[in-house]
Protein backbone atom coordinates (compact mmCIF):
# COMPACT_ATOMS: atom_id res chain seq x y z
CA UNK A 1 0.00 0.00 0.00
CA UNK A 2 2.34 3.23 -1.03
CA UNK A 3 0.58 6.31 -0.34
CA UNK A 4 2.10 9.98 -0.82
CA UNK A 5 1.73 12.83 1.99
CA UNK A 6 3.57 12.80 5.17
CA UNK A 7 3.11 10.42 8.02
CA UNK A 8 4.62 10.98 11.25
CA UNK A 9 4.24 8.80 14.18
CA UNK A 10 4.61 10.50 18.18
CA UNK A 11 5.82 7.43 20.45
CA UNK A 12 6.81 6.87 23.69
CA UNK A 13 5.91 5.15 26.94
CA UNK A 14 3.49 6.42 29.42
CA UNK A 15 4.04 10.17 30.82
CA UNK A 16 5.96 11.52 27.77
CA UNK A 17 4.12 14.35 26.85
CA UNK A 18 3.24 13.07 23.21
CA UNK A 19 -0.48 14.01 23.47
CA UNK A 20 0.30 17.52 24.40
CA UNK A 21 2.96 18.84 22.04
CA UNK A 22 1.50 16.93 18.92
CA UNK A 23 -1.36 19.42 19.42
CA UNK A 24 1.07 22.27 19.36
CA UNK A 25 2.55 21.10 16.74
CA UNK A 26 -0.24 20.97 14.84
CA UNK A 27 -0.91 24.70 15.56
CA UNK A 28 3.18 25.67 14.36
CA UNK A 29 2.76 23.95 11.31
CA UNK A 30 -0.97 25.11 10.25
CA UNK A 31 0.52 28.70 11.12
CA UNK A 32 3.29 27.76 8.25
CA UNK A 33 0.59 27.19 5.80
CA UNK A 34 0.48 23.35 6.73
CA UNK A 35 -3.04 21.43 6.39
CA UNK A 36 -2.25 19.02 9.30
CA UNK A 37 -4.38 15.85 10.87
CA UNK A 38 -3.68 15.04 14.05
CA UNK A 39 -4.82 11.76 15.39
CA UNK A 40 -4.82 9.02 17.90
CA UNK A 41 -4.20 5.19 18.34
CA UNK A 42 -5.90 3.20 19.52
CA UNK A 43 -8.66 5.34 18.07
CA UNK A 44 -9.38 8.38 16.08
CA UNK A 45 -12.68 6.85 14.45
CA UNK A 46 -15.89 5.07 16.30
CA UNK A 47 -14.55 1.59 15.75
CA UNK A 48 -11.22 2.08 16.20
CA UNK A 49 -12.11 3.98 19.65
CA UNK A 50 -14.82 0.86 20.56
CA UNK A 51 -11.98 -1.52 20.47
CA UNK A 52 -9.70 1.02 22.20
CA UNK A 53 -12.38 0.46 25.31
CA UNK A 54 -12.04 -2.62 25.14
CA UNK A 55 -8.42 -2.95 25.29
CA UNK A 56 -7.75 -0.60 28.03
CA UNK A 57 -10.76 -1.37 30.20
CA UNK A 58 -8.93 -1.91 33.81
CA UNK A 59 -12.28 -4.46 34.30
CA UNK A 60 -10.43 -7.05 31.53
CA UNK A 61 -7.71 -8.09 33.14
CA UNK A 62 -8.33 -11.65 31.97
CA UNK A 63 -7.08 -10.22 28.55
CA UNK A 64 -4.76 -12.63 26.93
CA UNK A 65 -1.56 -11.29 25.41
CA UNK A 66 -1.67 -11.98 21.74
CA UNK A 67 -5.82 -10.95 21.95
CA UNK A 68 -4.56 -7.55 23.08
CA UNK A 69 -2.17 -7.59 20.20
CA UNK A 70 -4.92 -8.25 17.94
CA UNK A 71 -7.15 -5.76 18.73
CA UNK A 72 -4.40 -3.38 18.39
CA UNK A 73 -3.40 -4.40 15.23
CA UNK A 74 -7.67 -4.34 14.14
CA UNK A 75 -8.14 -0.98 15.46
CA UNK A 76 -4.84 0.12 13.39
CA UNK A 77 -6.22 -1.37 9.89
CA UNK A 78 -9.79 0.42 10.37
CA UNK A 79 -7.86 3.65 11.33
CA UNK A 80 -5.39 3.33 9.16
CA UNK A 81 -8.19 2.93 5.93
CA UNK A 82 -10.41 5.22 7.19
CA UNK A 83 -8.75 8.37 8.16
CA UNK A 84 -4.97 8.40 7.41
CA UNK A 85 -4.94 7.03 4.27
CA UNK A 86 -7.83 9.20 2.76
CA UNK A 87 -5.92 12.55 4.62
CA UNK A 88 -2.44 11.57 3.13
CA UNK A 89 -4.11 11.27 -0.33
CA UNK A 90 -5.28 14.96 0.09
CA UNK A 91 -1.69 15.75 0.99
CA UNK A 92 -2.42 16.35 4.43
CA UNK A 93 0.35 16.32 7.06
CA UNK A 94 -0.79 13.26 9.36
CA UNK A 95 0.52 13.57 12.92
CA UNK A 96 -0.29 10.14 14.63
CA UNK A 97 -0.29 9.74 18.90
CA UNK A 98 1.26 5.97 18.45
CA UNK A 99 1.39 3.47 15.52
CA UNK A 100 2.96 0.32 14.86
CA UNK A 101 6.26 0.96 17.23
CA UNK A 102 3.98 1.24 20.26
CA UNK A 103 2.62 -2.71 19.62
CA UNK A 104 6.35 -3.62 18.97
CA UNK A 105 7.29 -2.57 22.34
CA UNK A 106 4.60 -3.10 24.45
CA UNK A 107 3.60 -6.62 22.95
CA UNK A 108 6.26 -7.76 20.77
CA UNK A 109 8.80 -7.10 23.65
CA UNK A 110 7.31 -6.00 27.31
CA UNK A 111 4.67 -8.57 26.92
CA UNK A 112 6.96 -11.51 25.46
CA UNK A 113 5.07 -12.33 22.43
CA UNK A 114 8.19 -11.50 20.14
CA UNK A 115 8.73 -8.47 18.25
CA UNK A 116 9.12 -10.42 14.95
CA UNK A 117 5.40 -12.24 15.57
CA UNK A 118 3.67 -8.98 16.19
CA UNK A 119 5.64 -7.01 13.14
CA UNK A 120 3.75 -10.03 11.43
CA UNK A 121 0.65 -9.45 12.26
CA UNK A 122 0.97 -5.83 11.91
CA UNK A 123 1.78 -5.83 8.39
CA UNK A 124 -1.29 -8.09 7.71
CA UNK A 125 -2.87 -4.82 9.01
CA UNK A 126 -0.98 -2.09 7.38
CA UNK A 127 0.11 -3.69 4.29
CA UNK A 128 3.57 -1.65 4.37
CA UNK A 129 2.05 1.73 5.03
CA UNK A 130 4.62 2.50 7.68
CA UNK A 131 5.49 6.37 8.76
CA UNK A 132 8.08 8.17 7.03
CA UNK A 133 9.04 10.02 10.08
CA UNK A 134 8.74 8.58 13.82
CA UNK A 135 9.54 10.47 17.04
CA UNK A 136 10.36 8.76 20.23
CA UNK A 137 9.46 11.20 23.25
CA UNK A 138 12.56 9.99 25.84
CA UNK A 139 12.00 9.88 29.31
CA UNK A 140 13.01 7.66 32.01
CA UNK A 141 9.99 5.27 32.90
CA UNK A 142 10.35 5.88 36.39
CA UNK A 143 9.54 9.60 35.43
CA UNK A 144 7.06 9.45 33.02
CA UNK A 145 4.92 6.86 35.46
CA UNK A 146 5.41 9.89 38.09
CA UNK A 147 3.80 12.29 35.91
CA UNK A 148 0.65 10.59 35.02
CA UNK A 149 0.30 9.92 38.64
CA UNK A 150 0.65 13.30 39.53
CA UNK A 151 -1.89 13.92 36.83
CA UNK A 152 -5.34 13.95 38.65
CA UNK A 153 -7.16 14.50 35.45
CA UNK A 154 -6.20 11.74 33.45
CA UNK A 155 -8.17 8.51 33.24
CA UNK A 156 -6.19 5.61 34.81
CA UNK A 157 -6.00 2.47 32.30
CA UNK A 158 -5.40 -1.22 31.95
CA UNK A 159 -1.88 -0.51 31.00
CA UNK A 160 -1.21 2.51 33.26
CA UNK A 161 -1.82 -0.39 36.40
CA UNK A 162 0.85 -2.55 34.95
CA UNK A 163 4.38 -2.59 37.09
CA UNK A 164 7.53 -0.38 36.70
CA UNK A 165 8.97 -2.96 35.56
CA UNK A 166 7.01 -3.71 32.77
CA UNK A 167 7.57 0.09 31.39
CA UNK A 168 11.00 -0.11 31.33
CA UNK A 169 10.75 -3.46 29.34
CA UNK A 170 8.59 -1.14 26.83
CA UNK A 171 11.33 1.47 27.16
CA UNK A 172 13.76 -1.10 25.78
CA UNK A 173 11.74 -2.17 23.59
CA UNK A 174 12.06 0.88 22.36
CA UNK A 175 15.87 1.45 22.66
CA UNK A 176 15.79 -1.77 20.50
CA UNK A 177 13.70 -0.15 17.37
CA UNK A 178 15.63 2.97 17.77
CA UNK A 179 18.66 0.92 16.98
CA UNK A 180 17.00 -1.30 14.22
CA UNK A 181 15.24 2.13 12.57
CA UNK A 182 17.84 4.95 12.90
CA UNK A 183 16.58 6.91 9.76
CA UNK A 184 12.69 6.86 10.17
CA UNK A 185 13.35 7.16 14.02
CA UNK A 186 14.75 10.11 15.72
CA UNK A 187 14.71 11.14 19.49
CA UNK A 188 13.30 14.24 21.14
CA UNK A 189 14.61 14.66 24.77
CA UNK A 190 10.95 14.61 26.75
CA UNK A 191 13.01 15.79 29.87
CA UNK A 192 12.83 19.38 29.38
CA UNK A 193 10.29 22.39 29.53
CA UNK A 194 7.35 22.24 27.03
CA UNK A 195 8.79 24.82 25.15
CA UNK A 196 11.97 22.98 24.55
CA UNK A 197 10.09 19.72 23.89
CA UNK A 198 8.48 21.21 21.33
CA UNK A 199 11.31 23.07 19.78
CA UNK A 200 13.11 19.94 19.50
CA UNK A 201 9.95 18.06 17.46
CA UNK A 202 9.34 21.05 15.20
CA UNK A 203 12.78 21.25 14.34
CA UNK A 204 12.62 17.62 13.30
CA UNK A 205 9.73 18.01 11.11
CA UNK A 206 10.45 21.14 9.76
CA UNK A 207 14.38 19.96 8.59
CA UNK A 208 12.47 16.04 7.14
CA UNK A 209 9.67 18.24 5.44
CA UNK A 210 12.98 20.57 4.05
CA UNK A 211 14.52 17.59 2.74
CA UNK A 212 10.94 16.65 0.78
CA UNK A 213 10.20 13.99 3.55
CA UNK A 214 13.14 12.14 2.13
CA UNK A 215 14.36 10.42 5.64
CA UNK A 216 12.64 7.07 4.50
P1 LIG B 1 -2.23 6.30 25.17
O1 LIG B 1 -2.14 6.30 26.68
O2 LIG B 1 -1.03 6.84 24.53
O3 LIG B 1 -3.52 6.82 24.65
O4 LIG B 1 -2.19 4.74 24.72
C1 LIG B 1 -3.00 3.80 25.28
C2 LIG B 1 -2.20 2.64 25.81
O5 LIG B 1 -2.14 1.62 24.82
C3 LIG B 1 -0.78 2.95 26.21
O6 LIG B 1 -0.54 2.32 27.46
C4 LIG B 1 0.06 2.27 25.15
C5 LIG B 1 -0.81 1.13 24.72
N1 LIG B 1 -0.60 0.65 23.34
C6 LIG B 1 -0.09 -0.63 23.15
O7 LIG B 1 0.22 -1.33 24.11
N2 LIG B 1 0.04 -1.08 21.87
C7 LIG B 1 -0.31 -0.34 20.78
O8 LIG B 1 -0.17 -0.80 19.64
C8 LIG B 1 -0.84 0.99 21.00
C9 LIG B 1 -1.23 1.84 19.84
C10 LIG B 1 -0.96 1.44 22.30
Excluded: W
Amino acid sequence: MEVQGHFITFEGGEGAGKTTVIELVKERLTSIGHSVLVTREPGGIQIAEKIRQVILDPAHTEMEERTEALLYAAARRQHLIQKVIPALKQNQIVLCDRFIDSSLAYQGYARGIGMEEVYNINQFAIAGCMPALTLFFDIAPEKGLQRIHNNEAREKNRLDLETLSFHEKVYEGYQMLLEQYPKRIQQVNADQSLEEVLEETCNYIISYLNKGGGLR
